[in-house]
């Protein structure tokens, strides 16, 4: 029997809601005020986009800030989904939930913890701090999100699957490759998405583990924002946002075409 949300719920949720983004839109709302405060909206204007793709350095650590999110979510998606897939395969109970404790255990630790682990750990290696150790830092926190993406998707396939497949005749490679994969593409995708929101967003990791001459895009708006506030940091703030509304909607529309239908079917 379906539940009917009370009208109580709703405003609940409607006042959550609008606790979440009305921080958010009003950060978007002044990034077109003219008067250059937020606290005095004169007139609308897109000067503040204008400055902002007028300034080559920003532009240039937006390009940063995308290569190693892209290249850091490709390899800690393959990497993952090899770790999903070895962990699924433990047959022994105590050593499977054990490799997932130390799984999630990455994903609860504070970020500062891991963001000066990484330091230390860079500087013993002696590796210079810059695009590398940013790049293997994100890949490192990134697995674990992988892992858990995929790992769900792999308890819903049936064996059956598998053992139909190996009675055909399919080698361990084919049903690798045209049985599991397939399977728990939406999971990979799921992975690849949220390793990747993840990398935009961090702070705290990015902020131990970058050096002189490379940044971030979190880190330069941390540092803008010391300096003082300017709107060229809401108008750069409204694009994020913006990007990140975009890859939501393009998950969702993925996640809807792998969602099987009533009869198991893909859509």
Do not use: C
């Not at 009208?7 to 002044?30: D, M, T």
């Not at 994903?107 to 963001?115: E, T």
């Not at 590398?132 to 993406?149: D, E, Q």
């Not at 809401?234 to 946002?241: E, K, T």
């Amino acid at each position: 029997m379906e539940q009917r949300i009370t009208p109580l719920s709703r405003i609940f949720l409607v006042l959550i809601f609008f606790i979440l983004y009305a921080p958010i839109f009003f950060l978007v709302f002044y990034s077109f005020n003219s008067g250059g405060t937020m606290y005095n909206f004169k007139s609308f204007t897109l000067d503040w986009y204008k400055e902002l793709f007028q300034d080559s350095r920003l532009l240039i650590i937006v390009l940063n800030t995308l290569v190693i999110a892209l290249v850091s979510s490709l390899f800690a998606t393959i990497i993952g989904t090899l770790g999903a897939l070895g962990i699924h395969s433990i047959r022994k109970r105590q050593t499977k939930n054990t490799l997932l404790s130390l799984n999630n255990v990455l994903i609860v630790s504070p970020d500062v913890i891991i963001g000066a682990s990484f330091l230390i750990l860079f500087t013993m290696a002696g590796i210079k701090l810059g695009m590398y150790s940013v790049l293997l830092s994100h890949i490192a926190f990134s697995i674990p999100i992988v892992v858990l993406m995929v790992l769900p998707k792999l308890s819903e396939m049936s064996p059956t699957l598998i053992d139909a497949a190996r009675d055909l005749g399919a080698s361990q490679w084919n049903v690798l490759t045209k049985v599991i994969l397939p399977f728990i593409t939406p999971g990979i995708f799921a992975g690849f998405f949220m390793a990747l929101t993840y990398s935009l967003d961090d702070f705290a990791v990015t902020f131990f583990v970058t050096g002189n001459g490379f940044t971030t895009l979190s880190v330069e708006i941390y540092s803008l924002a010391r300096r003082g506030i300017s709107l060229n940091i809401n108008a750069l703030s409204a694009l994020l946002f913006l990007f990140t509304l975009v890859l939501v909607v393009v998950y969702y529309f993925i996640s809807q075409r792998n969602r099987p239908g009533r009869w198991g079917v893909k859509k």
